[in-house]
């Protein structure tokens, strides 16, 4: 691990930070350390990056905002790549070209700045465009499949694909690329509606009060933990079972939300998955409903990503 480090930083692959705190990369605020993180520059340092550790076996996750992660409070004795100069983006008539860098809520003021309708929904969501695509995030009723015509992305060989949007096998909170792990999304093609700048305006400012309102935005969370099962809302199963304000050391579930969790104060990421457990457990007893998580739990000891996936589905 040591020896790739060292080459990393030889290669001048880009900004090289070594033994970090996780919490400082995601939302949460929690998370143990990592054995380094690399911002590479470009696509070409990106690929020799990725080439380099699948030589090594090492592992390496990419983040974009952190927004939608659990991290455990182990080391995670891997690379984190941080996507944070694939930020350019190119607006042509309806058509969007957009690094995977890039804050989708800035993505989503250019759009209304454009006159161009479809990104609405993004407009609270503190995410990365690559974090957005990988998750299909959304909210009321519409998400990244929408609007999505195509990503590039750089496999697990270091080569570049272009998938379309049905290549990405998009389904509510899931895609293409939550079954392949090793695939680094680096910009997606997205295409929108033109529209009434005011309208979107507007809507958007209507709906920030709206979360504002509803949700816990004054602490670290990463917004909602449970999927919402067929037909439910997995916010008013949790506050139904009584479990608005259920804390674990520095962790709570929100009074405003069910469905979030709270960092009330260096909380650790162990409080967090106790909770998560509880409430699992508790809507399988009293309802017998399955809750799965929607954010991604990395690191956890015999829990690969993959296998938290299965043992869920
Ligand atoms: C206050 C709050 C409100 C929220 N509201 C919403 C909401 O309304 N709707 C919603 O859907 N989500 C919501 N979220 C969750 C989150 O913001 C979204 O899921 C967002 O899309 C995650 O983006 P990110 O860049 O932070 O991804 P991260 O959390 O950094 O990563 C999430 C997953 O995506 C992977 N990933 C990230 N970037 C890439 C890439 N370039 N290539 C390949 N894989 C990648 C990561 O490896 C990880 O597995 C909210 C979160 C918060 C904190």
């Given amino acids: 691990m040591q020896d790739a480090i060292k080459e990393m930083i030889a290669l001048h692959l880009g900004k090289v930070l070594i033994n970090e705190k996780i919490s400082n990369y995601t939302t949460y605020r929690v998370g143990g350390k990592v054995r380094a993180i690399c911002f590479p520059k470009g696509e070409e340092e990106l690929i020799t990056l990725i080439k380099l550790l699948k030589e090594r076996q090492i592992k390496y996750i990419v983040l974009g905002n952190g927004s939608n992660v659990l991290f455990s409070d182990l080391m995670y004795d891997g690379v984190i790549i941080k996507l944070d100069n694939f930020n350019k983006i190119n607006i042509q008539d309806n058509i969007i070209e957009v690094g995977a860098g890039y804050p989708l809520i800035k993505l989503s003021r250019d759009a209304m700045r454009n006159s161009l309708v479809g990104l609405e929904f993004a407009s609270g969501i503190p995410g990365t465009v690559g974090g957005a695509v990988f998750m ?19 496999t697990g060989d270091g080569e570049i694909i272009e998938l379309s949007n ?28 033109y529209g009434n700048k005011e309208e979107i305006e507007e809507i958007m400012n209507s709906r920030k009060k709206t979360r504002i309102a509803t949700q816990p935005l004054n602490y670290p969370s990463a917004g909602s933990v449970f999927r919402n ?15 608005k304000g ?6 709570m579930v929100s009074e405003k939300h069910a469905n979030f969790i709270i960092n009330t104060g260096n ?14 457990q508790k809507a399988l007893n009293k309802y017998n409903i399955k809750l799965r998580v929607e954010q991604r739990l990395i690191n956890w000891v015999g829990v690969s990503e993959k296998e938290e996936e299965d043992k869920e589905n």
């Fill in 166 to 193: 049905k290549d990405m096998e998009f389904s509510y909170r899931t895609t293409y690329l939550q079954s392949h792990l090793d695939y680094v999304c680096i910009s997606a093609k997205l295409k929108l509606e």
């Fill in 229 to 243: 099962p067929e037909g439910m809302y997995a916010g008013k199963i949790i506050e139904e079972m009584g479990m």
């Fill in 136 to 154: 299909n995030a959304g909210a009321y009723g519409e998400d990244m499949s929408k609007i999505v015509l195509s990503v590039r992305v750089v």
């Fill in 246 to 251: 259920f804390t674990v050391g520095k962790a």
């Fill in 267 to 280: 909380a650790k990421a162990s409080d967090i998955k106790r909770i998560i457990d509880t409430i699992k």
